[in-house]
């Protein structure tokens, strides 16, 4: 399919990315039906992209109209097969579970029309494997995004084993378009991205564990000494305990290498229920800030 051609897009999953890619697409012109397994969750996602717009209304990326227009691009229903029947393109964001995602991919084909590509948002499990789920791994692929995905510029862009260049173009394309930076990398666990960064924050985990140095020191010394904006433990407790444990265990699993072997700290806090900041995780009661009572900055 030529990116001229797209016209419909069918977010499944209405979470943190899921919210996140629709808001972007719709955005960018495309209709979007974004597809959620309760109403609740739904009202919760419309919130979270109107006060999103508004933020960008305040900075001048878009104007009051503009906004108006691209909230009514979105349909926001629980209804599967309404959203995805006449979808051009379908980008999953259901959460990180191989047997889950092959389980909606299988549904999804037998609902789409031939013509349509499926693109997956998971930011560790291997797109072949995923794909064959399907009979359309010429026309699947990976289009990992990152949160918060109206303000992140890079798109990772991930062919399966049978990925055709016909689809690799398209998202390539379609990235740009949606002014992302689309970069691409070879299918793996964890591609490049996921694993580069779970094994930086395993190795800091462990520094912490063998007494090198406190988590507030590491932070300190990484965005101090590093330029980076947040510190591993600070990140770790960004974006999930339970989500770095599993994806650890996930790519440890594949490759063997003890580098991505979870540290047991880790495993001890997720089992525990800590599953990092509850401003991020709702439910959660807290993480290593919290479980080693150490005051935030923010
Ligand atoms: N959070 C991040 O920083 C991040 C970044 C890049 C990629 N990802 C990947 O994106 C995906 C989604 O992550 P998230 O953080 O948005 O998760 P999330 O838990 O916030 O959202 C997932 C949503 O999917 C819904 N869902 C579950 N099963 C469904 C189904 N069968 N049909 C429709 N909706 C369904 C859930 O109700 C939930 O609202 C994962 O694969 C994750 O690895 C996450």
Not at 185 to 198: E, K, L, N, S
Not at 254 to 271: C, F, Q, S, W
Request: with cysteine; proline share 5%; hydrophobic share 40%.
């Amino acid at each position: 399919m030529k990116l001229e051609e797209l016209k419909k897009i069918a977010v499944i999953g209405a979470g943190i990315m899921g919210t996140g890619i629709a808001e972007v697409c719709a955005r960018g012109g495309y209709d979007v039906a974004l597809v959620d397994i309760s109403e609740e969750i739904l009202q919760r996602a419309k919130e979270r992209i109107r006060k999103s717009m508004e933020r960008a209304v305040e900075r001048g990326k878009m104007s009051k109209e503009e906004m108006e227009k691209a909230l009514g691009r979105i349909k926001f229903t629980t209804n599967l097969e309404e959203a995805a029947r006449d979808a051009d393109l379908v980008i999953e964001a259901i959460p990180e579970n191989m047997e889950l995602k092959k389980q909606l991919f299988k549904r999804l084909d037998e609902i789409c029309p031939e013509r349509t590509i499926f693109a997956t948002n998971t930011s560790s499990l291997m797109i072949t494997d995923l794909a064959s789920a399907t009979k359309r791994p010429d026309r699947f692929i990976g289009m990992h995004w990152f949160n918060p995905a109206p303000v992140m510029k890079l798109i990772e862009v991930i062919r399966g084993a049978l990925t055709s260049d016909d689809t690799f173009n398209f998202i390539v394309e379609l990235s740009k378009k949606l002014g992302k930076v689309p970069v691409e990398a070879q299918d793996g666990p964890g591609f490049f991205t996921t694993r580069f960064i779970v094994a930086v924050l395993a190795e800091a985990i462990r520094l912490f564990e063998q007494g090198i140095a406190g988590i507030k020191e590491i932070d300190t010394m990484v965005k101090l000494g590093f330029n980076w904006p947040m510190g591993p433990f600070e990140l770790a407790d960004f974006v999930g305990l339970d989500t770095i444990y599993h994806v650890l265990e996930y790519v440890y699993n594949e490759t063997g290498n003890p580098a991505y072997k979870p540290p047991l700290i880790l495993r001890k806090l997720v089992l525990a229920g800590y599953l990092g900041d509850p401003r991020q995780k709702p439910g959660s009661r807290g993480g290593f800030y919290e479980y080693f009572k150490i005051p935030r900055e923010r």
